[in-house]
Each structure stands twice: as C-alpha cells, then as structure tokens.
C-alpha cells in the first residue's frame, strides 16, 4: 500500500482533526496527528485526501478525510478485519457516541452509534458533495439506463420520497434488511424506484435526496471486508474462493456478518440486521454517485460488488478455484451479481476522467479483468451451448427449469452492459433476447393462457432424464417453447381464478389480453427487455414490443419507467426484408417494418385509381404512416380502414396532383411507446 509524508506549503499551518469515541465509559481518540497519509482522491472539482489513524479500538478504523482545496471534511468509519485472530475475534460494536474537533473545537455534534455491524461503515460529513450531474446528462452519456415517463403501460404508483431518509448511523432509510424477501418492494430490479423516481421528477427535491439517502445506506451493509494488507476491499483476482459465509466451507474463509450470530450462545454479540441476497441486491450506490461524483458512494459500489462473490465462492470452486465467477443459482442471482460488476466498472471509468484511482481503491483495470473473466463463462457455458438450452430456450444459467421473468431480468442487465458501452456483451444479449421475442411469437397460434410464458413460469424446457440430472443430454430437451410450456397451468389448477380455465377454453386469445392470472408485473418484465432492446438495436426486439404493448396496457405498472430520451422510438425496418409483390386491386395486410412492392397492371395508366387498396395495420392496431413512392402520405390509418389514396383523375383525397409511378414501394413506419417497468417487480421466490 502506497503512503505519502504529509507535506505543507511553506509557511502553512496543519490543520489538526480529532474523533472522540466514547464506547462502554472508556474515552478513545483517533488523532490525525498520529494518522497515515494514503492517496489522495481526485474528483470533479475536488481533491480528498485521506488518512488513516492508528488503532483505538481493535477492529475499528476511523479515515479522516479533508478536502485540499475546501473546507469540506469527512469522517468515515469502518469495523472489520479479514485475517488472523482479529477477524476471528469478529463482534459487532456498541453502542458508542462519536464527534469530530478540528483544532480542540467541536465542528459536529455528538454522534450516537447504537450498534455498528462487523464489515459494515457510515460517515459524518460536513457538507454533502453536491449534484453536480443532471440526469438529461447522464441520460445522454448513456450512464443511466434510458428512462422516461411516455408510453406508460399503465398507471405509475405514486411514491413519497420523503419517507426514505436516512438517519443516521445503520439506519437502514426503508431498504429491505432482509434481502431474501420477495414481493412488489421498492428496492430491488435494475434499478431502485427510488432512483427511478427522481429521474422521472429531477426538480423534485425529496425524490433526489432519497437516492442519496440509499447511497448512504449501502454502507451500512456488512459487505465491506478492507484487507489490512492492502488497504483496499479484499481482491477477488488475488483469492478467488474469499468468502464470508456463515461456516468455513474451504477455500478463502474469513468471519463475516453471516457467521457472528450463534444462537445456542446467550452471550453472543446479536447478528445484524441484514441478511443478504444476491436474488435480491438492490442498486444503491451507483445513481448516488453518477449524481455527485462522491468516492464515498464509490467504495460502497465496491462492497457492493464484492458481496457477489462473498456470499459464496461454491460457483469459483467447482470452476476450479483460480477464477472468481459469480452466482449462477438461478437467472436473477446472476443478473443482479452481473448488474453491480458492471455499474462499479464503469463508475470506475468515470472517476478516472479526473484523476488515478487510489491505492485503497481497485480501479476500472481490476474491473474489466472481472467482467471479461465472466463474459467468457457466460459465452462458452451458455450462449454456444450446443443443445436445445441454447439453441431454441436462450436458457442460462439455468439449463433445465427455466424461470421465464428471470431470464428477463438477465436480459435487463445484458442490455445494461451494452448501453454502458461494452459492446462484446451484445452477442449473448442479442442470444438472450430471442427467448423473449419467441415467447411473444407464440400469441396469437398459441392460446393466450399460454402467456404463462410471460407470468411467473418455472418451466421444465427438457425431460429430466434420473440417471443424469446434472449432465442432461441433447435428446433430453423439448423441441420448441410450445412443447415446453404445454400443459404447464392446466397440470396446476391452483394457478387459476375461478372459471378462469374454462373461459379462456371458450375464448383463447381472451380478447387480444393477458390471461387474469398471468400477473403484469411478470409480463412487465418481458416488456422492460423488449423496450431495452429495442434502445440498444437488438434486431427483432422491437416488433415483439409493438406486440406485447396492447396486451398489457391497462395493466398498472410501478414507477421506474424505461423509454427513450423522448418516449417513443420509430420501428427500424428488418434487416434486408424480403419484398412482397401483389397485383391491384387486391388488400395488402402489411406488418411493421415490411417493405413491398405494388405492381401496377401495365395497361393502367400511371395515374391508375388505387381506391381498391385496402390496408389493414397488425392486429395490435398501432397507428401506422403508409407512403407510396414520395408523393402520397396517408397518417392515422387504423385497423381495417380503408383509404383512397388517389383516384382516376390523378389526384389524392385532399385534391392534390399525384404522379404514381407503375412500380413503387409502400413502406410502413411505425411510431410506438417505448416504456418499461424495471423495478421492485420480483414476487415469487
């Protein structure tokens, strides 16, 4: 670990900064006279420096960290040890009081700590770092994911973000403690509807003091194991198999939160109160710091990185052990793990526009080293498996029973990762939306009951073979979705509202809608990486969404809503779309995006009467603009309208001239919504 001496201009006086700590009637002080100067941290506008103090109390780390050219000070505080008998002396502490003197006078007040967690941190600030990004710019930089408040499916509940403040120290400001519990909340998806909230009302005071609020938050999760050898979190490219789980399970084993409770000893310290999941980690940190810029959010974006691998290093073990891979127990356990590697990649990035990353910091190298190493998994196990799972169902990690919203929350986070400009994820996006885009194609040949496959479904998508569960064989796989998903909620009747099944027996499509029991928060999911994928060009993407919208529009959705920067997004037509030739007069029935050609019976005149052409939009009955060559545009065509677009004597029906050609194309562009519901959509466990 890298050290500076603390070196003044000449002639300046050294300002000196004491923490107070009173804990069980004992008086301690960490003096930044006897501290450690480590590297500064140059941010937007700003340089922190940093300073360690020597130890008080085992295990409690004080960092005082003053701004070199303001006033502004900080104090973090950190319990924790990862090696040797401190760590295996791990106890939670307190309560304590703690305040901060800047030359003998009291520049905070007294700070009441009622408990602070093993591995957990907070801070006292004299001021908050101010928002220094609007979030129309992080919009346009393509830091944030692509929200907007047009094309709704539904109507957005409302949020008061003056119930989410944070409090103070282990205050937990209204984020889930324990993680592992499904259901609508707030916190969990790709991104928080707290934050989702203040980008959908930016001059909303509240709505952005409560993502801050979060940022803060995320340091009270015990995740933030500092090796005291480096001064950095532990490094997962260095030990592998690190992990804190409950009990030494082999590999790289240090006491963590999960391991302090025991509940046969009266006299052990109480567990905290968190419990975390990586099924259900929520993004706290990074829109706290793509606001502000404040390395305070960006070490806890590290904690929060780190805990993908800490939780469990059972995923690095049987992968060997010499590469650190993430979670692969189910699809959302991947994609939430691969959500925070990436956000704290490139969140990395950004702060390295002003400035090297400090030696108690990994910077974006260490990153990338990560995300690379799992892409490689992730293309060789999943994308290019040879079998069905593969091929037909874009299943992974989950090869066999194959959770169709999870797969949509991976393939949120796939989007992700392209948008932020890691374009060597596209292929296994693009692999993944096609899941997604055949589950919509099954409407309207396949039954609407069907649409399970947009619901909460855990569908088997092989034939478990007993005499090899975990190695299945290619002849083990169904052969398409529908053989997957048939019979999968008439063989569970409790699945089903009453005379549910039998209505929609008698009316399959059920009217062009989601069947009652396909809950549209799961169908809302499918929505979100359709609309995702839209924004990001993956090529089909956008006629599932034109699609899916109808089905689920009057269904109510939650705050956080993705869209374009305007909210809607034209439909590019398909790649090199095949012509369709037809002979007038006859009906063209066109869908979105197709180019065809209308040939003109040579004996007709150029101006030949087109009043035969009846043109019929997708059943979706999306408004469509038809064009005939350059010289007649006919807007607000409708579902089985017909429209005179010229007649006899060479005019359109507004009584303009028209020149036809004997051969012209008829394109049709289409402009649709693009919204989705990306957060707190997560109910069955």
Request: charged content about 15%; some cysteine; aromatic content about 10%.
């Amino acid at each position: 670990m890298q050290t500076r001496p603390w070196i003044l201009p000449q002639g300046a006086r050294a300002l000196t900064y004491t923490v107070n700590i009173s804990l069980a009637g004992t008086a301690y002080v960490y003096d930044m006279a006897n501290a450690t100067r480590l590297d500064d941290f140059h941010g937007p506008g700003f340089i922190q420096q940093c300073y360690r103090c020597a130890d008080q109390i085992p295990a409690l780390t004080v960092f005082i960290r003053p701004d070199a050219n303001s006033s502004r000070v900080e104090v973090v505080v950190e319990l924790g040890r990862v090696w040797g008998a401190a760590n295996a002396a791990a106890a939670h502490l307190g309560p304590y009081t703690l305040q901060v003197l800047k030359d003998g006078v009291a520049i905070s007040p007294v700070i009441s700590v009622p408990m602070h967690w093993w591995m957990a941190r907070w801070r006292w600030q004299s001021a908050p770092r101010p928002i220094i990004r609007s979030w129309s710019q992080l919009l346009a930089a393509k830091l944030i994911p692509p929200y907007g408040t047009k094309g709704i499916p539904g109507t957005i509940t409302p949020i008061d973000p003056k119930a989410f403040v944070y409090k103070g120290p282990m205050d937990n400001a209204g984020v889930m403690e324990y993680m592992p519990e499904t259901g609508g909340r707030l916190d969990i998806g790709l991104w928080t509807e707290i934050a989702a909230n203040a980008v959908l009302n930016p001059n909303d005071a509240a709505a952005q003091a409560a993502v801050l609020a979060w940022g803060e938050v995320a340091g009270t999760v015990p995740n933030h194991p500092r090796d005291e050898n480096t001064g950095a979190l532990v490094s997962v490219l260095q030990y592998p198999l690190f992990n804190t789980t409950s009990v030494n399970r082999g590999g790289t084993w240090a006491r963590g939160n999960a391991s302090i409770f025991n509940p046969t000893d009266p006299n052990a310290a109480p567990t905290s109160g968190w419990t975390d999941d990586d099924a259900h980690y929520p993004s706290l940190s990074y829109p706290a710091f793509v606001m502000t810029g404040d390395p305070y959010f960006l070490e806890n974006m590290e904690g929060e990185a780190l805990e993908v691998f800490t939780e469990t290093a059972y995923w690095s073990g049987i992968a060997g052990g010499t590469t650190a891979y993430i979670n692969r127990d189910q699809d959302r356990d991947y994609g939430w793990s691969l959500r925070a590697l990436l956000e704290t990649r490139r969140a990395m990035e950004l702060a390295e526009v002003d400035g090297p990353i400090p030696s108690w910091m990994h910077n974006s190298a260490y990153y990338k080293t990560i995300c690379d190493n799992q892409l490689t998994q992730y293309t060789s196990t999943w994308v290019n498996n040879p079998t069905a799972a593969g091929t037909v169902f874009s299943a992974g990690p989950e090869i066999a029973m194959h959770a169709t919203w999870q797969g949509d929350f991976e393939g949120q986070v796939l989007n992700t990762a392209v948008w932020l400009g890691y374009d060597e994820w596209r292929p296994a996006l693009t692999w993944k939306t096609k899941s997604v885009i055949d589950r919509v194609n099954l409407y309207p040949a396949y039954p609407s009951f069907y649409w399970f496959s947009l619901g909460p479904g855990l569908f088997n998508v092989r034939n478990p073979d007993p005499t090899s569960p975990s190695a299945p064989k290619a002849a083990d796989y169904y052969p398409d979705w529908k053989t997957a998903i048939a019979g999968y909620p008439a063989a569970d009747p409790s699945q089903w509202k009453p005379g549910e099944y039998d209505a929609l027996v008698a009316d399959p499509t059920n009217g062009g809608k989601l069947s009652p029991s396909a809950s549209p928060d799961y169908a809302l999911q499918a929505y979100a990486h359709l609309a995702f994928s839209t924004a990001n060009g993956v090529p089909g993407a956008a006629q599932a969404l034109a699609k899916i919208t109808p089905m689920i529009i009057t269904q109510e959705a939650r705050c956080s809503i993705m869209a374009s920067a305007d909210g809607t997004v034209v439909v590019p037509p398909p790649v090199n779309p095949p012509p369709t030739e037809i002979q007038m007069p006859t009906t063209a029935s066109l869908n979105v995006g197709q180019t065809i050609t209308l040939k003109l019976n040579n004996t007709q005149p150029p101006n030949a009467d087109l009043s035969s052409l009846t043109y019929h939009t997708p059943p979706d009955g999306i408004v469509s603009t038809l064009k005939v060559g350059n010289d007649v545009q006919v807007k607000g065509l409708k579902a089985g309208t017909t429209k005179v677009l010229g007649d006899a004597n060479g005019v359109d029906t507004a009584g303009n001239p028209v020149a036809l050609e004997t051969e012209c194309d008829v394109t049709v562009s289409v402009a649709i919504p693009l919204a989705v519901s990306l957060g707190t959509l997560d109910k069955v466990s």
